[in-house]
Nanobody, 127 residues
Framework: QTQLVESGGGLVQPGGSLRLSCAAS????????VGWFRQAPGKEREVVSC????????YYADSVKGRFTISRDDAKNTVYLQMESLKPEDTGVYYC????????????????????WGQGTQVTVSS
């Protein structure tokens, strides 16, 4: 009963780019806030970006601001994370998460607020 599936991770050199996809199944994503989180070895899971229901609000962690872009295509039940100018410190497992909401408000930066999670996709930035 997997409901969120991430894809697009891989090995890239510093300065490279990747586009991650998060595909939802068995529910309509336009009713959900969606976030991207990552976890590096030995570190806590941290928010990377999120977008609210309807896509009107976006949040980016300071460490990725200006380099990453979150977008959503509700018709395809898919959310994307375009990552540019990747750095070694961007290495980690990237997860997408979704939380149903009735209102259009800022998405949460706290992982505990999200009820649905994907299995993660590995991103490795190394020369």
């Amino acid at each position: 009963q997997t409901q969120l599936v991430e894809s697009g991770g891989g090995l890239v050199q510093p300065g490279g780019s990747l586009r991650l996809s998060c595909a939802a199944s068995e529910f309509t994503l336009d009713y959900y806030d969606v976030g991207w989180f990552r976890q590096a070895p030995g570190k806590e899971r941290e928010v990377v970006s999120c977008t609210n229901k309807g896509g009107g609000f976006q949040y980016y962690a300071d460490s990725v601001k200006g380099r990453f872009t979150i977008s959503r295509d509700d018709a395809k039940n898919t959310v994307y994370l375009q990552m540019e100018s990747l750095k070694p410190e961007d290495t980690g497992v990237y997860y997408c998460a979704a939380q149903v909401t009735r209102v259009q408000q800022m998405c949460s930066i706290f992982a505990q607020r999200y009820g649905f999670w994907g299995q993660g996709t590995q991103v490795t930035v190394s020369s």
